[in-house]
Every structure is written in structure tokens, then in C-alpha cells.
């Protein structure tokens, strides 16, 4: 059964710092893993999808990697703002005949402090 | 406007009701899918659905129920069987495999 880990928890940050949010994955078969930002009461927002291929996408200050091998992605935020704020997710989704699932890590809380 | 839209946002539930959750997109998506999150957690997947008048069962699928009569629409059904049915559910849809959008969510509390 795939299980996915988001650390740390929770993460308080002042603003402008580079960081980085990881999550690991216990089955290596995967299809492709998705990040996904979540604020307070919301529905999450997709920011990056990597294909089981590939080892890294970026979207403006954002870069995701991959090591499939490992069972590791990173996200990695540049200089961090206040908006920036809210909890991050990843998910994976299984390679299977039928379906498309995503299992999905607990999540990292982010704060970023002006 | 194109997205997924939830309705109601906030729904409460007394004991012993079944109460159904509202999931619509104009996305043309083939798959849809329903999760619930519990406080700080992750989601979990209840039900999903490939194409009209299928769909299969997930991690969680237990006091839930689904249909899927159109493309555009995937109700789910909280029963009386579901327990401990006070979480937050979050529709998706997907074009086959690509990335799956969110729509806003729905509150459901029991009384």
C-alpha cells in the first residue's frame, strides 16, 4: 500500500527566506507525483505535476524534484512572502489499470512572517 | 466560467440522515473524484469515476454512496452508515490522468 510523508509538519519562516518542503513515498511505481497548495476552508490549487520521467519542473519561484527511486520530491519555494503562506501537499498517483488515484501526504502548514 | 462547483458550502446533518453533497464541472472531465479531509490530515479518496454510470470505490468508501447519470455531475450521498461523517469533502475531476482540479469543498457537520 503506498503511504506518502510530508515533513516537517509545520514550518514558520521570515519572509524572504529560501526553503524547501519535502515528501517521500514508500512505493516507487508511480505515474507521477503533484504538488498542491491549500488555503484555510479552501479546495487545493494544482502548482506542479512531474511525470514519473522527469526530475524536476519550475513555475516562477517555485521548483519541484523528483527521485523516483528514492521514493523523494522537494519543493523548493525562492524567497518567500507573506502570500506565500498556506499548507502544501503532495500527492502521488498509482500506476493501475483501473483508475487514477492520488494518495496524499498530511501536508506542511507554511508561515511566512513579514 | 469554467471550474467545479460544490454546493452547499456549509451542511449540517442531524444523526440518523442521509444527506447528499452536490459536485458539478463544466470542464468536459472524464474522471471525477470525492475526498474527505479530516483536521490537519490529508484526503483521503472516497469514490471515483472513469466514465458516466461507473464508478468504484475507494480507500474510505464505507456509509457513502455515488452515481454518475451525466459527465457533468457526481452527487455523493452521506448515510446514516457513516459514522463519524463531520469532515470537510473536496470534489475532483480530471481529464484521464492529467492533473485533477478542486472545487471549493463542502463543511458537513452533524448535529
Known amino acids: 500500500k503506498q503511504e506518502v510523508t510530508q515533513i516537517p509538519a509545520a514550518l514558520s519562516v521570515p519572509e524572504g527566506e529560501n526553503l524547501v518542503l519535502n515528501c517521500s513515498f514508500t512505493d516507487s511505481a508511480i505515474y507521477n507525483l503533484q504538488w498542491f497548495r491549500q488555503d484555510p476552508g479552501k479546495g487545493l490549487t494544482s502548482l506542479l505535476l512531474?511525470?514519473?520521467?522527469?526530475r524536476e519542473q519550475t513555475s516562477g519561484r517555485l521548483n519541484a524534484s523528483l527521485d523516483k527511486s528514492s521514493g523523494r520530491s522537494t519543493l523548493y519555494i525562492a524567497a518567500s512572502q507573506p502570500g506565500d503562506s498556506a499548507t502544501y501537499l503532495c500527492?502521488?498517483?498509482?500506476?493501475?489499470?483501473?483508475?487514477?488515484?492520488?494518495?496524499f501526504g498530511e501536508g506542511t502548514q507554511l508561515t511566512v512572517n513579514p | 466560467d469554467g471550474g467545479i462547483t460544490q454546493s452547499p458550502k456549509y451542511l449540517f446533518r442531524k444523526e440518523g440522515q442521509n444527506v447528499t453533497l452536490s459536485c458539478e464541472q463544466n470542464?468536459?472531465?472524464?474522471?471525477m473524484y470525492w475526498y474527505r479531509q479530516d483536521p490537519g490530515q490529508g484526503l483521503r479518496l472516497i469514490y471515483y469515476?472513469?466514465?458516466?454510470?461507473?464508478?468504484q470505490k475507494g480507500d474510505i468508501a464505507e456509509g457513502y454512496s455515488v452515481s454518475r447519470e451525466k459527465k457533468e455531475s457526481f452527487p455523493l450521498t452521506v448515510t446514516s452508515a457513516q459514522k463519524n461523517p463531520t469532515a470537510f469533502y473536496l470534489c475532483?475531476?480530471?481529464?484521464?490522468?492529467?492533473?485533477?482540479?478542486f472545487g471549493p469543498g463542502t463543511r458537513l457537520t452533524v448535529l
Open positions: 470542464l468536459n472531465h472524464d474522471a
Open positions: 469515476s472513469q466514465i458516466v454510470n461507473d464508478f
Open positions: 512531474i511525470q514519473s520521467s522527469q
Open positions: 475532483a475531476s480530471s481529464y484521464r490522468t492529467e492533473t485533477q482540479y
Open positions: 500527492a502521488v498517483r498509482r500506476r493501475e489499470t483501473s483508475g487514477s488515484r492520488l494518495t
